[in-house]
């Protein structure tokens, strides 16, 4: 916190800073908003979080000014706690989760007055305008500009404004969640609100690479960054941005930064609308968890309305489909996965059961998926041989290719994924 402190504090141009809850604690809240019963357990996980915030807190010089005000935090989540253990909702989750980037806001402000920096705190459910689908709220941007224009930018002039990401609320007031790793997201729509001239994303990692590092160490950190190839990697499994983040920055031509809190001094990744480099390949991407449902017909060979029928229950249950591949009978999809209760999407059982009416209905996990980001890539002679000549040890379960000439997906087995990306990388982008 006081070295992100110390990037605003050396920033003159930073106007408003979204942060994050502090380390640990979403999964924190996550969990007891799940319903905890035993209250042995739920007095731990209680005591932890304490303990989180005592930390930062025993560190100020003045902490009196927001100890009351975290106190105040930290009993209402034991409320809610016990509540969940009993009556565990989606509308409570959020509720409960929010109070981490509640609690961290106000550590933080403090931490930036006390380095000199004229800084306020505010909530951001004042400006954040979401729909009311509890862990996956969408956000509003007309209503989210208008409330900026009232609540945020009267602030800007002379102060640096602090607020919290991840969480919004509906028309009602009720608190909502824009689902985990949402932040950069909130970022993203204040940023387009206030049209501001950058938005910078400080993590704990220096910037996109072209693998995840922890994969293989030959991976190697992206300078500058296309628009469209960085929402494919947002999307297909960087988990470095939150795969709707870029949506509000490409509206408003922002460009975006990636870097570290931790090592500001090795640079990022610049994503933008135009970059001087567009190379065949880019980067590798991975994304376990997956469900894939393939979907048989009955008896529709050549009858039409087949896919329409399946994707209007799809979007009646409200479920988010990733990948797709068809055949003459039937059709495999993947779930997209990025809602704060977490763990691998359920096909819910009324989705099922509709569809159950209209064709075979399978659902397989312990996949993941593998995306390949580049340009080009469906105009390129000899691409293909290039990515799968790599990998004829391994079975693809489904593969996804053309509709994008930015990226290539397909599935492995979960026990697979490593190595597969570990070969591909070597042989498409250790040159
Ligand atoms: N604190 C939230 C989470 O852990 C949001 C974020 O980190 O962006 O998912
Ligand atoms: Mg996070």
């Known amino acids: 916190m006081h070295r992100s402190a110390m990037i605003i504090k050396h920033n003159p141009a930073a106007r408003v800073v979204l942060i ?20 042995a357990r739920r007095q731990q996980l209680l005591t932890q979080l304490n303990d989180i915030h005592y930390a930062v807190l025993n560190e100020l010089d003045a902490p009196d000014p927001i100890t ?41 402000t403090q931490i930036l007055c006390e380095l000199g920096v004229n800084a306020v705190r505010i909530d951001i459910r004042d400006i954040m305008r979401t729909d009311s689908q509890f862990g996956k709220a969408i956000p509003q941007p007309d209503s989210i500009r208008a409330l900026a224009t009232k609540h945020l930018e009267p602030l800007l002039t002379q102060q640096v404004v602090v607020s919290q990401g991840f969480i919004g609320a509906d028309q009602h007031g009720n608190t909502t969640t824009l689902g985990r790793g949402g932040s950069d997201y909130s970022a993203a729509l204040v940023a387009e609100a206030i049209r501001a001239s950058t938005l910078e994303i400080w993590t704990d990692v220096p910037g996109m690479y072209t693998t995840d590092p922890r994969i293989t160490a030959a991976a190697q950190p992206i300078r500058e960054i296309s628009f469209s190839e960085a929402s494919e990697m947002a999307n297909f499994g960087a988990k470095i941005l939150h795969p709707s983040t870029l949506v509000p920055a490409i509206r408003q031509q922002i460009p975006v930064f990636i870097g570290s809190s931790r090592a500001p001094e090795q640079g990022g990744t610049w994503i933008r609308d135009r970059v001087s480099d567009a190379p065949l390949f880019r980067a590798l991407a991975l994304r376990c968890n997956q469900t894939m449902v393939t979907l048989t017909s009955l008896n529709m060979f050549h ?9 209007r229950i799809l979007a009646e249950h409200k479920i988010s489909v990733d990948l797709i591949t068809t055949s003459e009978v ?14 691998a999407p359920q096909l819910p059982e009324a989705a099922v059961e509709a569809l159950s009416q209209l064709c075979r209905v399978e ?29 004829d040890d391994y079975n693809l379960r489904m593969i996804c290719y053309g509709a994008s000439p930015h990226n290539l997906c397909f599935l492995v087995q979960e026990q697979d994924a490593k190595s597969v990306v570990q070969s591909l990388h070597r042989q498409i982008l250790e040159a």
């Not at 969940?84 to 106000?106: F, I, K, R």
């Not at 039937?330 to 763990?343: K, M, R």
Request: proline share 4%; aromatic share 6%.
């Open 20 to 39: 994050s809850a502090c380390s640990g604690v979403t999964n924190l809240l996550v969990e007891l908003a799940g319903g905890v019963p035993d209250p």
């Open 303 to 311: 009858a039409y309305g087949f896919l329409a029928e399946v994707f």
């Open 330 to 343: 039937s059709v495999s999809l993947t779930l997209d996965q990025t809602n704060t209760g977490g763990g």
């Open 363 to 391: 659902v397989e996990q312990g996949l993941c998926l593998v995306a390949l980001i580049g340009n080009r890539m469906s105009q390129t002679k000899g691409s293909a041989k290039e990515i799968f000549g790599s990998l």
């Open 68 to 108: 009351p005000a975290i106190n105040a935090l930290l009993d209402s989540v034991a409320t809610l706690a016990a509540q969940a253990a009993t009556q565990p909702g989606a509308q409570l989750t959020d509720q409960l989760v929010a109070n981490g980037e509640l609690l961290s806001t106000y550590l933080f």
